[in-house]
């Protein structure tokens, strides 16, 4: 029932969020959107985005937490005010997505210290923001940036550590970007670890048991999305891996802006046979991008399968999570609350963005406890 209630209350969260848009917010704000990458900044009074390269899923799977990346963090906040001319009076938060949602599952006890430090040291309150939450993100700054070209149902959007298909009325999010899925992939086949490791070549046999897995993991999609979909993929992911790597294996005009399962399907059965150095050279690109596109190629297959779409638009967009960031009022609220909103977070997990920080209660001689929902 808590999830039917979640995504009931998506399409009143993107609403929202396209009417902060259509009008300049004031005061000003500044949002960090910290993915599973990297740290990009964005200001609601400027056009400039900054960007920082800090690789979250790694010290994360090094350490067990985030705590090595406290001090880049830190660092990479400072940066927009050098760059962009950020007005140091606005209000500032950061949204802590796939790599954060993945710290808070796996230890919250061991991410509480973390935030806690990054707000002492640079005065900013990162909110762990949930799934679907960044699927209305994705989509309102999907819209944004093509405007009518945006002519499908859905966006897909593939991170490192996390996917959505959102839209303006429905979303399926799940923690298996690139990076994670490939991982998950490599660790089913008890391949070698990494990273990453290499999974070409694969028999047909490995090639079904993938399959198999993944669709046991998007079983859900269609009936969480309302039924079969139709989808613009805006990530590079697809832009820059499984489209053009297509269109060479099969010999088709490049940049056609559409990929369909059975060209895919073909692609696949070419790839699962070569060596990741065959991949590469066949290609033209590094060993390092050719070791994820073979997983990549099947998670795109399999997110068309589960959302019953036979064709994929593609569109090359820079999104962000920035305009989303920004008009989130929720978001804001939670930063002027932070005390009670860790201690919520470390009590409820995800479920601490969804409750009420009017409700934050503050006792004398303490910090804002959260007592009430």
Known sequence: MALKRMFRTLPLLACGLVASLAHAQTP????????????RAGASNSDRTTRAGIDYLAALRENGSLDATVDPTVAAFAEPFGKANFNTGCARVGGGFSAWRLAAQQDVGKLIPVLTRI???????????PQDVEGSYGYVGARKLLGGRLATSHVLDIGGGSLQIAGARSTFGDAIGQKLWHQQVCQALGKPDGPPCRLSPMTDAELSAVRTLLAERLKN???????????TAISRPVTHGVEPAVERLLGKPAGQGMLTRADLGAAIAQLAGMTLDGIAARL??????????????????????????????VAEIDLTNIPGLLADD????WADNYACYLVRLARDG????????????????SSEAGFHK
């Open 28 to 39: 000003c704000r500044v949002a960090y959107d910290i993915g599973s990458s990297g740290v």
């Open 119 to 129: 707000r002492a040291a640079s005065g900013v309150a990162v909110i762990v923001v």
């Open 284 to 313: 033209g690109i590094a060993p390092a991008y050719a070791a994820y596109l073979l997983s990549d190629m099947l998670l795109v297959e399999g997110l068309m399968e589960a959302g019953g779409a036979s064709a994929l638009q």
């Open 350 to 365: 995800m479920g601490a963005y969804a409750s009420n920080p009017a409700t934050c209660a503050t006792r004398s001689g």
């Open 330 to 333: 929720t978001a804001y609220r």
């Open 221 to 231: 999609v269609r009936s969480i999305l309302g039924g079969p979909v139709t989808m």
